[in-house]
C-alpha cells in the first residue's frame, strides 16, 4: 500500500529437527556433508565441555540465523528427564544448562547423562602427541568423577599464572610459593583422578573376541608414586619442591617441566605386546572401540545405568565381521547407540529393533525414520 513501509525480509529458517530414536541403535545414513555429525555433535552438548569436535560455542550457531540450543527428553528405566542446553542470551561464549525446566549446572547434567563418543579424528589417538590421550582419559574420568575437570581447570589456570609471574624481571616469591601449593594440590587431585579411572577401564577389558585386549599404563611421576603406594601429601611436597627449584629452567623454558601435565596414557597390545602405535590402522582401530566398550560397561556398573554412544562413521572402516560384531555386542549390552554413515549397506546386520534415520538432500536436516 502507498506509503507504508516496506516489509522487513523474513527472518532465516533455522536448521533443526526432532527425533524420536527407539532404545537400542541408531544408524544416521546420509551423503556426505549433509549434517550427519551435526546430530551427533548436538547430542554431545547435553554435556559437559565443547562437544565431540571440540568447537567453540560461536561456531554452533547456524550462519547468520541467531542463537543454538539443543533439548533431549531421556528415559531412563521409570525415570524422565528433560535435559537442555544452549547460548546464553547474555554472551554466545557462554551456554546455559536446564534439567527437568530449572537451571542447572553443567556437572548436574554429567550426573543424570554419560555420552561416549568416537569419532574419526581419534582415529589416530595412538599417533598424536600425549596430550591427545590425556584429554580422551580425562573425558572417560568425567563419566564417574565430574569434579576431575574443575581439578584439571585450576590445575592449569594456576601454572599459566605462574609462568606469567616467571616472566617478569622480579617475580614475588611469596606469591610463587601460594601459586605453586594451589599447583600441587590440584595436581595430586589430577593425577589420582587419572589414574583411578585407568585402573578401573584397565578391569573391565575383556578383549571382545573382534576388538582385541588392551594393556593400559599411565607414564608419569605423579602417577607412577600414587601407584607405588605414596601418600597425596608428600606427593604435593615433593611437586611443591620441584616447582620452587625448577623456577629459574621453567621462566627459560617459557613452561613448566613437571607435572601431570606431562603425563601420557599407554596402550599395548595385550595379546601380542606391541605399543599402540606400532599396530597396524585397522588394530589401532579395533583397540580404540574396544577401549569405548570397556567404558561403557565401567560406566554401566558404577553408576547402574548405561551410557549413550556417539559413534561418528565407525562402522565405514570395519569390515563386515567386526561390523556385525560390533553390533551384536552393543545390543549384548543394552546401550543407545548412535552411528553415522554413507551407506545404508553398512547396517544390514543391525537387527530388527534398530532405529534407520535419513537425511535427505533437498533441505537441511530433513529426516525420515525407516
Known amino acids: ?132 590421550r590425556r584429554r580422551f582419559l580425562d573425558r572417560m574420568a568425567l563419566a564417574l568423577a565430574p569434579e576431575h575437570a574443575g581439578h584439571v581447570a585450576r590445575y592449569e589456570a594456576a601454572l599459566r599464572e605462574r609462568q606469567k609471574l616467571l616472566s617478569l624481571p622480579r617475580p614475588d616469591a611469596a606469591w610463587l610459593d601460594i601459586l605453586e601449593q594451589k599447583i600441587a594440590e590440584q595436581a595430586v587431585a589430577v593425577a589420582a583422578a587419572r589414574l583411578a579411572h585407568a585402573q578401573a577401564l584397565a578391569a573391565e577389558i575383556a578383549g571382545d573376541g573382534a576388538f582385541p585386549a588392551a594393556t593400559l599404563a599411565l607414564e608419569g611421576v605423579l602417577e607412577q608414586a600414587l601407584d607405588a603406594g605414596a601418600k597425596a601429601l608428600a606427593i604435593e611436597d615433593d611437586v611443591r619442591a620441584r616447582l620452587k627449584a625448577n623456577r629459574a629452567a621453567d621462566a627459560q623454558a617459557g613452561r613448566a617441566q613437571f607435572g601431570p601435565h606431562r603425563c601420557d596414557l599407554l596402550v599395548t597390545h595385550r595379546a601380542k605386546q606391541t605399543p599402540a602405535h606400532q599396530c597396524s590402522t585397522g588394530e589401532q582401530k579395533a583397540l580404540l572401540i574396544g577401549l569405548v566398550l570397556a567404558q561403557a560397561r565401567l560406566v554401566a556398573r558404577a553408576q547402574g545405568r548405561l551410557p549413550i554412544l556417539l559413534l561418528d562413521e565407525v562402522a565405514a572402516h570395519l569390515d563386515a565381521d567386526r561390523r556385525a560384531a560390533l553390533f551384536h555386542l552393543l545390543n549384548e549390552l543394552g546401550v543407545q547407540a548412535w552411528m553415522t554413515g554413507t551407506d545404508r549397506a553398512l547396517f544390514a546386520s543391525l537387527g530388527a529393533n534398530a532405529t534407520l534415520l535419513t537425511i535427505d538432500d533437498g533441505r537441511p536436516m530433513a529426516l525420515a525414520l525407516n
Open 1 to 132: 500500500m502507498p506509503g507504508q513501509p516496506p516489509a522487513a525480509d523474513p527472518l532465516p529458517i533455522l536448521p533443526q529437527a526432532t527425533i524420536e530414536a527407539g532404545p537400542g541403535l541408531v544408524a544416521v545414513v546420509g551423503a556426505n556433508g549433509i549434517g550427519k555429525t551435526n546430530i551427533l555433535e548436538a547430542l554431545s552438548l547435553l554435556s559437559p565441555g565443547r562437544g565431540l569436535r571440540a568447537a567453540a560455542l560461536n561456531e554452533f550457531s547456524h550462519q547468520g540465523a541467531g542463537g543454538w540450543a539443543v533439548a533431549a527428553r531421556v528415559q531412563s528405566g521409570d525415570e524422565t528427564l528433560d535435559l537442555g542446553t544452549g547460548e546464553s542470551p547474555d554472551s554466545a561464549q557462554r551456554r546455559v544448562f536446564r534439567a527437568n525446566g530449572e537451571a542447572a549446572s553443567s556437572s548436574a547434567l554429567a550426573r543424570a547423562l554419560t555420552l561416549i563418543w568416537l569419532t574419526p579424528a581419534q582415529d589416530r589417538l595412538f599417533l598424536e602427541a600425549p596430550a591427545e
